[in-house]
């Protein structure tokens, strides 16, 4: 074996380049499954960020939209499931939004192209579509509808024609259900006498409180709606049928997102399984899943606290068996038909993949991976679950990844520098499945702790619920917490500190730094740095949503103004990188300009790069590249150490 060689920490020789990274950002997404046929959507960022619709049928791979169709729905601007696949007589067509138009279109086997099954809106993209379900008879599709026009966003469930018609005549298009501010979830019943859905209306976010409403079907209206699980102070989420009379929900109602049984005549919710575990996620994206109906009536199920475990359970026995799988992480998207479940897995040393699973004979195939070539396991950082302790004794998750390279050690008397990386969100969480991204710096001797701060998801109601009110202040605390516990416990070099974020992430980045001086270095990707703007400017879905973060509108003003970074910019204590998409529909790019300019003022170190054609989540590999580099750059020249392969950067100061 050769001996590794003694390297500063940051200087660490890495076969993991930025351009690998940008290659990792494949995103593979809501598969279904029908009889032997897998479909998936694929985000390619060498494509610009074009979603694609890929089959699989009988061994064969064959991705069916070509460019430029762009399979993404921009529904909740987070958009979801982008496609559905109806059977026709030879074989499947393709129901899928296409981004530039937002209007559904299909495709059958054999055409050469897509054509058009909804109305051409007044104003481009002007009315949206995602969630999509076949209805009973099989003539329409049956969805979410998002129009917006100048008084405002308006949104129903609507029955789509399959035959074209609506292209045509916008009133061949029927609302089913209207009234609230927000649907998701759809589910006509086995014999399509009943409908089950998701409703939800501002200022609650759909992890505060949903209902989930069943309403008879007569001559394809939904009629007499009422409530059988959830409230104002409940999230209640993805009805599935388990025959005509009875729905699973998974309702937060005991703290934790659990799964129920319901009745339509009467009965009371029965809990299925009750644990200190979430069976299901925050509903930022519309269209998945968390668990799926097997022929033998078992439930594929994802569950956990944390990271979530794909299990097999069984409502007659009330048993809940885990799937021998190496896989430790599944996405909230899973679909099953007879003994087949589908998902998106992935674990410490396995990139997310598209996985098929016969739960018959418990066998695991993988059919498409994010990243097909990975570098040798050593350069990837193995995980460490930590709690630690923050402000008056509370509990913070949080994953450590140390640096770790097969041909490099750090001097005996030095440290390495550590990077705070703060999820989005903040309703998100961060999890131990590979990414690249944090390899990319533990491979070059820069330690990753990545921290699900108070109002993530995956540790319950009451964890979530941190944040009420609280932003900007517990997510901060947090996120220092995890830095000084490093400090404290000799991991982490006290001087070479850094902290970096995207959307609410790129928030607490910024609150962090103005608040405390231990971070000595800030990336922020398309950060929010004041919040009155925010609000006035931000899209319809999370318009309302720091009403429970900070408080509601008028009344809380002095709170807005005070946590934001903006106005406390004179504080901040270190160099900033600020990182921006210029076509960002939730975080304008004026959050960013107006920080850059505040700091210019202060005559504070930054630099401040824009991206033209990026929005929320940079998508194309050249955007990812460079934000990669500069970032690495940044930390070099701000943390003391001379990394390889990147160009310096230069820091703008007054």
Same mark, same amino acid.
């Given at each position: 074996m050769t001996a590794r060689a003694t390297?500063?920490?940051?200087s660490w020789p890495s076969p993991i380049s930025a351009t690998d990274v940008a290659r990792a950002r494949l995103r593979l997404g809501f598969p279904l499954v029908s009889g032997g046929d897998v479909w998936w959507q694929e985000t390619r960022p060498e494509e610009g960020g074009r979603t694609t619709v890929v089959h699989l049928s009988g061994g064969r791979r064959t991705e069916l939209l070509a460019a430029p169709w762009d399979a993404r729905t921009r529904v909740h601007e987070y958009g979801g499931r982008s496609y559905l696949p109806v059977p026709v007589e030879d074989g499947h067509a393709l129901v899928f939004s296409h981004y530039e138009d937002q209007r559904l279109h299909r495709l059958d086997p054999?055409? =050469?192209k897509p054509r058009p099954l909804t109305p051409e809106p007044a104003v481009p993209g002007g009315l949206r579509y995602a969630d999509y379900v076949l209805s009973p008879d099989g003539t329409e599709v049956w969805c979410v509808c998002e129009g917006h026009t100048p008084d405002g966003v308006r949104r129903a469930i609507v029955a789509v024609p399959l035959d074209g018609s609506a292209a045509e005549d916008a009133a061949a298009v029927r609302e089913l259900v209207t009234g609230a501010h927000f649907y998701a979830s759809p589910a006509p019943s086995p014999s399509g006498g009943h409908l089950a859905w998701v409703q939800w209306s501002h200022p609650r976010m759909p992890w505060e409180g949903t209902e989930v409403r069943v309403a008879a079907l007569e001559d394809g209206v939904a009629t007499a709606p009422r409530t059988v699980k959830g409230g104002l102070n409940e999230s209640a989420l993805a009805p599935l049928w388990a025959d005509d009379s009875t729905l699973y929900v998974i309702s937060d109602w005991p703290g934790w997102w659990n799964i129920y049984q319901v009745g339509l005549h009467g009965?009371? =919710?029965?809990?299925l399984y009750p644990a200190e575990e979430e069976f299901a996620a925050p509903l930022w994206q519309l269209?998945?899943? =968390?668990?799926a109906l097997l022929e033998d009536g078992r439930l594929a199920v994802l569950h956990g606290e944390g990271d979530q475990r794909i299990g097999i359970y069984d409502p007659e026995t009330l048993d809940l068996v885990d799937l021998e799988v190496p896989y430790d992480h599944w996405q909230p998207m899973v679909s099953a038909d007879g003994t087949t479940v589908v998902g998106v897995g992935g674990g410490a040393t396995v990139p997310s993949s598209v996985v098929r699973i016969d739960t018959a004979t418990g066998r695991a195939e993988e059919l498409q991976r994010e990243l097909e070539e990975l570098p040798d396991a050593a350069y990837l950082p193995t995980p460490r679950a930590e709690k630690l302790e923050g402000p008056f004794g509370r509990p913070v998750h949080a994953y450590v990844f140390p640096p770790a390279n097969p041909e490099a050690v750090g001097p005996d008397n030095e440290l390495p520098p550590y990077v705070v990386f703060v999820h989005g969100g903040p309703t998100s969480r961060s999890s131990t499945v590979l990414n690249l991204e944090r390899a990319y710096f533990t491979s070059r001797g820069i330690g990753v702790v990545d921290v699900n701060y108070g109002g993530s998801s995956g540790y319950g109601r009451a964890y979530r619920e941190r944040l009420r009110r609280?932003?900007?202040?517990?997510?901060?605390?947090d996120a220092i917490a995890a830095a000084r516990a490093l400090v404290d416990g000799g991991i982490a070099d006290p001087e070479r500190l850094a902290i970096r974020g995207g959307s609410a992430g790129g928030w607490t980045t910024l609150a962090a730094i103005t608040q405390t001086d231990l971070f000595k270095a800030a990336t922020s990707y398309y950060g929010i740095s004041e919040l009155q703007s925010f609000v006035a400017s931000?899209?319809?879905f999370e318009s309302q949503y720091l009403f429970g973060?900070?408080? =509601?509108l008028p009344g809380f003003e002095r709170a807005y103004e005070e946590r934001s970074p903006l106005r406390r910019a004179d504080r901040v204590a270190c160099p900033v990188l600020l990182l921006q998409g210029l076509d960002d529909p939730v975080v304008p790019a004026d959050q960013s300009e107006r920080f850059a300019a505040a700091l210019a003022e202060k005559k504070i170190p930054y630099a401040y790069l824009t991206f033209e054609g990026e929005a929320h989540g940079f998508r194309r590999a050249g955007t990812v590249v460079r934000c990669l580099e500069s970032e690495l750059a940044f930390y070099g020249r701000t943390l003391g150490f001379k990394p390889r392969d990147v160009d310096p950067i230069d820091l703008s100061v007054g």
């Open positions: 390297l500063p920490y940051g054999g055409d =050469p009965e009371s =919710p029965q809990a269209g998945g899943m =968390p668990y609280q932003w900007g202040v517990v997510d901060v605390e931000t899209h319809d973060l900070i408080g =509601p």
